[in-house]
């Protein structure tokens, strides 16, 4: 690497740190729209000569892989930085290397994600590439069958770990029958049966201006931003061809165990959750925060880990996807006091859902959710840029940021509780993964 960008780069890894000092409210958001109708959320940070861009295409996740080409989405996000244009693999990577560009993309259940960042000296070069990445991927045969061949080796891999055999046993039981119980990365069949031209459709239909969403961190300002816009996304399809995907109604009540020979059982259990305009959206975030969310100090761990050493940890999680919520729960313990262990998260469940959490547990749960914030999603550019992108998928407004803690101020104990008996008043679905009884 020559001397003059190595010294950029470093200069440009401090700016990562730019934000981690400010508080939430010092965040300006600006609203940016280009000449052909692109917008972007902005945040101008001119200490360092960096750009941080995420976008995402919203509904453009797995659940647009068509039926028996499970994880053809996931496969591109692995694809699109190797070779565009009339730049074959090798040399594409090679200029993102000399330019000191960090591109990757990512797909999720709803929404197909990218993250790139650049610095100013090179942002000619470094968007032309994105560009080009974005609009006319070569999706060669090397390529294709060594990113395919490396997917399908973890899949392998994964048949044998108990862990992601538990995630696959929990997806498919609570969400059967809804695309969410598909697996993301597919299966060695489905991947065997995907194409270049599955590739390039795929593309075509989900990247479009219509369901884009963008967010903007560093040294541009709105003017040149503005250009920037037009120039990478310009030449993508106004509107997006997009299966509708229906609302989950995930499964409750079910049992379901699973054999297999290793030393520990992983223990999942799913409730219900919210989505995320759910007005209660707070309140069940604090609340699954004091059930397992606050790892050290929530309830489940407690009870599991240290009042009784069970496992190493157990956590709970509330997840928001656009056509589910859920509250899930996860530990590992060993095999014979799997039934005890099962039975304490049952207990707390029916205990938060009775009595809920105390005053102080609540304000303890206030406390750490806004001081946590600013530490995980406004420590650096990536950061911004990825939280920029979040608030215009779940709609929150531009001032999220500013008016975020006076909504969690806004949640009561009597809201807690509410929320506790309207989630956790069902039987769980709970999936053990390990040896079977004797």
């Known amino acids: 690497m020559k001397a003059g960008l190595k010294s950029l780069l470093t200069a440009a890894s401090f700016g990562l740190l730019a934000f981690s000092a400010a508080p939430a409210a010092a965040v300006d958001i600006q609203e940016v729209t280009s000449p052909g109708g ?25 659940t647009q892989d068509p039926k028996g080409k499970e994880g053809l989405a996931n496969l591109m996000s692995g694809l699109l930085d190797e070779g565009a244009g009339d730049i074959k693999s090798a040399e594409f990577q090679s200029k993102l290397d000399d330019l000191g560009v960090s591109m990757s993309f990512d797909a999720g259940y709803d929404n197909f994600t990218g993250s790139f960042r650049t610095i100013t000296d090179f942002e000619d070069q470094a968007f032309g590439l994105l560009h080009l990445a974005l609009t ?50 597919g299966t060695p069949e489905t991947l065997a049966t995907i194409t270049a031209d599955d590739l390039k459709t795929f593309r075509r239909d989900v990247f479009a201006k219509d369901d884009l969403v963008i967010g ?6 709105p003017d040149r931003l503005k250009t920037r816009l037009d120039q ?72 599991i880990r240290e009042k009784r050493g069970l496992a190493y940890g157990a956590s709970s999680y509330l997840a928001t996807y656009d056509h589910a919520g859920i509250i899930a729960i996860a530990t590992a313990t060993r095999a014979d006091a799997a039934p005890q262990t099962v039975d304490i998260i049952r207990k707390q469940l029916t205990r938060m859902a009775k009595d809920g959490p105390t005053t102080a547990e609540l304000a303890k749960a206030k406390a750490y959710v806004k001081g946590s914030y600013a530490v995980r999603n406004l420590d650096s550019s990536l950061a911004v ?10 709609d929150l407004g531009k001032d999220y940021i500013d008016k975020r803690q006076a909504l969690i101020d806004a949640v009561s104990l009597d809201d807690v509780k509410a929320v506790a008996k309207r989630l956790l008043s069902v039987q769980p679905t709970v999936v053990t993964v390990g040896p079977a009884a004797s």
């Open 38 to 62: 692109i917008k972007a959320y902005l945040v101008e940070d001119h200490s360092n000569p960096l750009i941080a861009v995420n976008f995402a295409f919203k509904g453009g996740g797995s």
């Open 136 to 185: 006319n991927p070569r999706f060669d045969t090397e390529p294709v069958n060594r990113i395919r061949g490396q997917i399908v080796t973890g899949l392998l891999a994964d048949r044998n770990d108990p862990g992601e055999v538990a995630s696959k046993a929990f997806r498919e039981t609570v969400f059967a029958g809804h695309p969410y119980a598909r697996p993301t990365e």
């Open 216 to 221: 903007v961190v560093g040294d541009i300002t």
């Open 232 to 303: 990478i996304f310009g030449d993508l399809a106004a509107k997006a061809k997009l299966t509708p995907v229906p609302l989950a109604k995930p499964v409750m009540g079910k049992d379901v165990q699973v054999d297999l020979a290793v030393p520990q059982t992983n223990i999942r259990v799913a409730m219900p959750g919210v989505l995320r305009p759910d007005k209660d959206f707070f309140a069940a975030y604090l609340m699954n925060h004091i059930l397992g969310g606050g790892s050290f100090t929530s309830w489940l761990y407690d009870e």
């Open 385 to 394: 840029a990825s939280t920029l992108v979040g608030i215009q998928l779940d």
